[in-house]
């Protein structure tokens, strides 16, 4: 009875907190940021088809590591046939040479931390650091 | 047969989705209407809930104690188990609300066989399950804000790298996706092994617990076998965040999923689930023992008409004395 009050504070806390995501968004930005992926110019495709690396790269990219590191394979063949050197500083970074513009464009808008760069380091800072 | 009903029930509803997004093509019911009805239901409920219980009067200290009473300055009281402050109150509360502090009390009772008696022995499993599963619970939740808020809070970061930690697989498998899983999974086992919880579980016990773990299920197949595509995910979850809902371009399994969570914020103020809000407002709990310190006065009292034997004795003094009735005061007038 006498702790009615109380419980109504709590209860509003409550929903405050419960709601905070929704402040949160309503107060931290305006309009949706979207990821702007800044794809490399004159290429045809990826190593495979868009919505596959879109849904499947880290797979892609984790085969392809055990296959270098583990057995020694260097040459992957795509689907389409094609033959590409199984390498991600080689490969990949050599059309999405940047990080920010390509790889965390993405990451960071669904907070998914790759720890690619703990051991690979991007081509563009190394000939800067080379110089 | 309690089992069954509640497997029914998630079976019916799972393919409701199944029927209504992938022949019906309802992709915005599931999508969107059913998710904001189910916010909704979810936060008025548990508003009406806890305002009627908030309006029904305790005016007595129905405290349940497990120690000793504060009392004379030479005995030591609990301070905890039997708080006489509101300190001691909200100490006893934090550690029942966090560390589940009455379920450790759990005990268990069996006669053991050929000695013919009861042997009543400590019983952790309960509490430690119970634990996992709450955690893991909250961490699973704060981990999804990732998909909720742009940008992504730090908080979020921080406890999905330490949940992480040993970056087993890609994408990495979090430990409180495996122990939320195996501690419901053995919160089902204990119901169905122990024949006295079997006996006392009805399918409201059952249906929680497979709502939670299909929906845990679910979550794991999507992020680890599908590999679904997380950006469309955010982009439709913000859709609905900033109320500029989009559906659509997502698997089934994504819409089986936010309809189960849907179920099971629409189920939670009219169930047991409830006792998420209960557990703060129970009043064994929740208030001091100070009953013997403080005078109680019920509020709605009846004003009794009271008749002291004085006043009897009063009334009638003349004729008992005539009777022979021995009477506390002789006649004064």
Known sequence: ????????????????????????????????????????????????????????????????????????ERIYVSTSGREYQMSLTGTCLGCHTSRADFCDQCHT?????????????????????AR | MNVLVALTALLLLGGIVYLGVEIAGLEFLFGV???YAAVLTFLIGLVIRVISWARTPVPFRITTTCGQQR????????????????????GRMALEIFLFRSLFRNTRNELREGENRLVIGPSKWLWLMGLAFHWSFLIILLRHLRLFVEPVPQITLLIQSLDGFFQVGVPVVYSTSLLFVTAATLL???????PQVRYL???????????????????????????????????????????RPEAGGLPVLFYFHLFLVSVLLAYFPFSKL??????????TRNLANNNRRIRHVNPWDYPVKTHTYQEYEEEFRGKMIGAGIPVEEEDNG
């Not at chain 1, 720890?115 to 380091?121: G, K, L, N, Q, T």
């Not at chain 2, 059952?206 to 939670?212: Q, T």
């Not at chain 2, 409830?274 to 009043?283: E, F, Q, R, T, Y």
């Open chain 2, 71 to 90: 009392s004379l300055s030479w005995i030591s009281p609990n301070r905890i188990d039997n708080p006489s402050t509101t300190l001691g109150v909200l």
């Open chain 2, 274 to 283: 409830v006792h998420m809000a209960g557990v703060v407002l129970s009043p």
């Open chain 2, 201 to 243: 579980s009805l399918p409201t016990d059952y249906f929680p617990l497979f709502l939670l773990i299909s929906i845990a299920g679910s979550g794991i197949i999507l992020r680890h076998f599908i590999k679904i595509d997380i950006v469309r995910v955010k982009e439709v979850v913000l859709g609905l965040m900033t109320f």
């Open chain 1, 109 to 129: 808008y669904v907070g998914s931390e790759n720890y690619c760069w703990s051991c690979h380091v991007e081509p563009i800072n190394l000939r800067v650091e």
């Open chain 2, 188 to 194: 089902f086992v204990r119901r169905i092994v122990l």
């Open chain 2, 33 to 35: 209407i059913i998710p």
């Open chain 1, 1 to 72: 009875m006498s702790d009615y009050g109380k419980i109504i504070l709590g209860l509003v806390g409550f929903l405050v907190l419960c709601t905070s995501p929704f402040w949160y968004q309503v107060l931290s930005s305006d309009g949706l940021p979207a990821p702007e992926l800044k794809l490399p110019v004159g290429e045809q495709g990826c190593v495979e088809s868009k919505e596959y690396m879109r849904a499947l790269h880290m797979d892609l990219l984790n085969r392809w590591r055990d296959a270098v590191v583990r057995d020694g």
